[in-house]
């Protein structure tokens, strides 16, 4: 029935590496977690294995029985909402207004545009029969809304006063693919906000395509810690039906495979003379608008968790952690605990009124030791712990999910403000941290021996690009012939095409491409005019 | 391909109607709305077509190319993020988590509960391919989640410490109905939310039933200024599978029909004990738990603008209205307007600051009279006019949508607080109106020809009642044959049987039973025990 994966290996290392601190001597002997709770691999051992236990033992998705579908739990479906939070904020500070339209397309809207129809076709899922009749016609689930939406721009515009038309809708997107699902980053039900303008001028539509970038730019980085690197996609790998695509790719630094983030596009006026979507300009002529396209999915989720999880779990970025902070008191059996419970009591309101998400685990059937694991494994940014001791010196203890680091506060210093400030920098040094481990990992390669070292050592490749499909296709069957005689490692996930990802908006850092040979000899005549990154991608 | 009417009544009564001020002597001579861009028949004549002009007019929707598939344009979006919001924070008070589900189901999972499927399966649309490939087996889209949900309830609950269990989620619903679809009413896709909780005690449960009904009642009277009924469904209308169903009704004054507003439900153990969700209660003994399921869709819009709306349009409530005032300065060609927009500036900003959702609207190509037209199609609850002659006096006009009414506002006594208590007792005004009009037309009726006279008359129709299927199918099928044989006039929409709509949570203000006969003259036997309510509905 479920995808669900057995887990062969029984050991439960997570129980065995907990560490219960001294002060604890409380009822059970057991401190950690019970065999099959905590991660059982290890994130740089086994990568896809660790992401399924990482993301079911954290209670944040699970397994369907219709395949390539999941289950968003609480915890996860609240980091999604957080990014509909900041980004609906922010485009209707912009003009963008919402909607929502069918989640079906008959075939013949959904054909009106070639090249783009071309792109989905293979994909489209059709509802066929309703009860037991057949219908009349089969009809699609929407794979994205282009065809669904533009008949209705063609009615509602008609003249210059009905422009710009800034629509968005968050919905459920179907792409019934047959490649390997991978829960949040490919799947056949996926949830995304997608944006459809419509402008008097390209200019006009050309600047809302970078504000948006920006805007995605913002959610990875401001929210998800997750660095991104801006770009435009290839012609070979732009929006079926697009002018240009531009895009925010992350990285994986584990198996040093990229995550295209999210796009925005330029659809030029393709699909708006396709469905004629015209209007009467102030000169008294007849125009087709130019219409962009853009949309982020919660894609964006299997990103953070594959980023920043370690090997204790899930490690939530602050600003959209369901619980920001966990307060443990230490009890012990067979003890007056009144004081550290009020105490931690205290604090937990204290920092509730201050608005931080947080949680008082005070049960006395759980070890502090098992208590930690468990809201570890939960990814909880910030735990506080307070024990008789800690009382004692008017103390408490903070421990940071990202980087282990245990230190005391006098309670002197406590107060909403100084743990919003805690929160604050574990963000900035959660970012910080994936900023370095990509940048290391973005190579400088002038050569095919070159590149294809890099590539099979989990890196992501500029190379000297001059515009091309075939260089692009060559790229791509070479790298796919030269890593599977390599030595990469099918575990390492270091195996397969690379792709272009992005050719990179800022090459300010770059070196010059001054004299440079073109990265394709068949083309040894086009002189490169950029650096294009490439790379293995998910 | 579209399914929009089209109008065969040329003649624009809207813009005969308009008087324009007598302050405007602008540029042009028309101030209404252009040929066909207002309503051109009345409520009370043609109440469908009325119904379908005041919804794509107001460009609160949109017809579509799929049968029974509809639009939801900015303006209309808008009430439902409104409704979204506010019961979204309630529930979460109350420690209810949202989730997401997939869409899709297999057809062994929705027969899992025998009861429940039969309910639904006419309905179920199939998905069979996937691009030229068929599926494996067909998955239905789901109409509603809970033989989605219930198999990881079964997996997730284990121990009275996982209990209770509450989730709920935001989703678009599929029923594939072959009855007449009415927008927003019953469509083949719509939106709402569904709750599913489960205890570990009845007790718990049916506290919650009614703690949502009461918030689902909330949602009416306080947003959407609509009066509802709280009672139970009867055996025949209660939600397939469930122990009883509890409804909010609502009442459409022109045509006489009753719309089931929203359901909260409870399941006993009815899906607990087919789904295998049991758990460890304190004393070890394994139990069965009790389950809820609740849900408020996208109707509710429906309801509201078929309980407000006018002959000239939308009329929207003020909690829910994308624009709640409308600020028209009176601006005269050839004359110097600086000073009347300035001001009307000043007011505008003013509301801005004070967080009321405030337009202005000082376009130069429209006269007064077109915009006081087009604001008041788009159903807008206040305008505030100012010109030249109200500068000198040192006030404003207001004129509210609901009633018409105008009058004058010193500009001394201006405030954003100001407008908010004009805007408040617009709400009030408009549910206290839609109140009287609902009570009116629920009649006591003692006898069949009480009954069908009353009904007739477009009534709703309180019966001495004792629980009994029988009961309820000879008054479907008597009420049925009587209203072809009556006068009733297929226009105003009396015609079609009655049903139960609930037995009222209320009984208080409801005549004694004492001495009074069953209403059903077949089982005369059992003496009745509460009033029941039937009608006519959607």
């Given at each position: 029935?479920?995808?669900q994966?057995?887990?062969?290996?029984?050991?439960n290392?997570?129980?065995?590496?907990?560490?219960?601190?001294?002060?604890?001597?409380?009822?059970?002997?057991?401190?950690?977690?019970k065999?099959?709770?905590?991660?059982?691999?290890?994130?740089?051992?086994?990568?896809?294995?660790?992401?399924?236990?990482?993301?079911?033992?954290?209670?944040?998705?699970?397994?369907?029985?219709?395949?390539?579908?999941?289950?968003?739990?609480?915890?996860?479906?609240?980091?999604?909402?957080?990014?509909?939070?900041?980004?609906?904020?922010?485009?209707?500070?912009?003009?963008?207004?919402?909607?929502?339209?069918?989640?079906?397309?008959?075939?013949?809207?959904?054909?009106?545009?070639k090249?783009?129809?071309?792109?989905?076709?293979?994909?489209?899922?059709?509802?066929?029969?309703?009860?037991?009749?057949?219908?009349?016609?089969?009809?699609?689930?929407?794979?994205?809304?282009?065809?669904?939406?533009?008949?209705?721009?063609?009615?509602?515009?008609?003249?210059?006063?009905?422009?710009?038309?800034?629509?968005?809708?968050?919905?459920?997107?179907?792409?019934?693919?047959?490649?390997?699902?991978?829960?949040?980053?490919?799947?056949?039900?996926?949830?995304?906000?997608?944006?459809?303008?419509?402008?008097?001028?390209?200019?006009?539509?050309?600047?809302?395509?970078?504000?948006?970038?920006?805007?995605?730019?913002?959610?990875?980085?401001?929210?998800?810690?997750?660095?991104?690197?801006?770009?435009?996609?290839?012609?070979?790998?732009?929006?079926?039906?697009?002018?240009?695509?531009?895009?925010?790719?992350?990285?994986?630094?584990?198996?040093?495979?990229?995550?295209?983030?999210?796009?925005?596009?330029?659809?030029?006026?393709?699909?708006?003379?396709?469905?004629?979507?015209?209007?009467?300009?102030?000169?008294?002529?007849?125009?087709?608008?130019?219409?962009?396209?853009?949309?982020?999915?919660?894609?964006?989720?299997?990103?953070?968790?594959?980023?920043?999880?370690?090997?204790?779990?899930m490690?939530l970025?602050p600003?959209?952690?369901?619980?920001?902070?966990?307060?443990?008191?230490?009890?012990?059996?067979?003890?007056?605990?009144?004081?550290?419970?009020?105490?931690?009591?205290?604090?937990?309101?204290?920092?509730?009124?201050?608005?931080?998400?947080?949680?008082?685990?005070?049960?006395?059937?759980?070890?502090?030791?098992?208590?930690?694991?468990?809201?570890?494994?939960?990814?909880?940014?910030?735990?506080?712990?307070?024990?008789?001791?800690?009382?004692?010196?008017?103390?408490?203890?903070l421990?940071?999910r990202?980087?282990?680091?245990?230190?005391?506060?006098?309670?002197?210093?406590?107060?909403?403000?100084?743990?919003?400030?805690?929160?604050?920098?574990?963000?900035?040094?959660?970012?910080?941290?994936?900023?370095?481990?990509?940048?290391?990992?973005?190579?400088?390669?002038?050569?095919?021996?070159?590149?294809?070292?890099?590539?099979?050592?989990?890196?992501?490749?500029?190379?000297?690009?001059?515009?091309?499909?075939?260089?692009e296709?060559?790229?791509?069957?070479?790298?796919?012939?030269?890593?599977?005689q390599?030595?990469?490692?099918?575990?390492?996930?270091?195996?397969?095409?690379?792709?272009?990802?992005?050719v990179?908006?800022?090459?300010?850092?770059?070196?010059?491409?001054?004299?440079?040979e073109?990265?394709?000899?068949?083309?040894?005549?086009?002189k490169?005019?950029?650096?294009?990154?490439?790379g293995?991608?998910?």
């Open positions: 029935m479920s995808e994966p057995t887990t062969t290996t029984a050991n290392t997570k129980e065995k590496k907990v560490k219960a601190p001294k002060q604890q001597q409380q009822q059970g002997s057991s401190s950690g977690l065999q099959n709770e905590g991660i059982d691999v290890k994130k740089q051992e086994n990568f896809s294995e660790w992401y399924s236990q990482v993301i079911t033992k954290s209670e944040f998705l699970d397994y369907y029985d219709v395949s390539g579908c999941y289950i968003f739990r609480p915890n996860c479906w609240f980091v999604w909402e957080s990014v509909q939070k900041f980004f609906d904020a922010e485009i209707k500070k912009l003009g963008v207004q919402n909607v929502m339209f069918p989640l079906f397309v008959t075939k013949r809207a959904l054909e009106t545009e090249d783009h129809v071309e792109g989905f076709s293979p994909e489209v899922a059709w509802v066929t029969k309703s009860g037991n009749s057949d219908l009349q016609e089969p009809i699609a689930l929407r794979p994205t809304s282009e065809t669904i939406m533009y008949p209705s721009y063609a009615k509602w515009i008609q003249s210059h006063r009905d422009l710009p038309l800034r629509l968005n809708q968050w919905t459920n997107v179907v792409r019934w693919e047959f490649k390997h699902a991978v829960p949040f980053i490919r799947s056949r039900e996926f949830y995304w906000q997608e944006g459809h303008s419509a402008f008097k001028s390209k200019e006009e539509a050309d600047e809302e395509v970078f504000t948006i970038l920006d805007l995605y730019k913002r959610v990875y980085e401001e929210l998800l810690a997750v660095p991104v690197i801006k770009g435009t996609k290839t012609e070979n790998e732009k929006f079926a039906g697009a002018d240009y695509t531009t895009t925010v790719e992350t990285f994986i630094a584990t198996n040093g495979r990229a995550v295209q983030g999210g796009t925005s596009h330029h659809l030029g006026q393709n699909f708006s003379k396709m469905f004629k979507i015209q209007f009467e300009a102030e000169n008294k002529e007849t125009q087709f608008a130019y219409q962009n396209s853009w949309g982020l999915s919660t894609r964006t989720l299997g990103v953070m968790i594959m980023v920043h999880g370690d090997d204790k779990g490690v970025p600003r959209v952690a369901f619980c920001q902070a966990v307060v443990i008191p230490l009890l012990f059996k067979d003890k007056d605990n009144t004081a550290v419970t009020e105490k931690a009591k205290e604090i937990y309101s204290e920092l509730e009124k201050a608005g931080i998400r947080v949680k008082l685990d005070d049960r006395l059937e759980r070890t502090p030791g098992w208590k930690y694991n468990y809201w570890e494994l939960r990814g909880v940014p910030l735990r506080i712990e307070i024990g008789p001791k800690d009382l004692e010196k008017q103390q408490i203890m421990c940071r990202d980087t282990g680091e245990k230190w005391t506060m006098p309670l002197s210093e406590f107060s909403g403000d100084s743990i919003k400030m805690v929160l604050d920098k574990i963000h900035d040094s959660m970012l910080n941290k994936a900023r370095k481990e990509m940048n290391e990992r973005i190579v400088v390669t002038r050569t095919w021996p070159e590149f294809i070292k890099a590539l099979n050592s989990g890196n992501m490749c500029l190379i000297p690009w001059h515009e091309s499909k075939a260089a296709e060559y790229i791509k069957e070479k790298s796919k012939l030269e890593s599977v390599s030595q990469s490692d099918a575990n390492t996930g270091l195996t397969g095409a690379a792709k272009s990802l992005c990179p908006l800022d090459q300010s850092s770059f070196p010059s491409l001054e004299g440079l073109n990265f394709y000899p068949d083309e040894a005549d086009k490169p005019n950029c650096w294009a990154l490439f293995r991608s998910y």
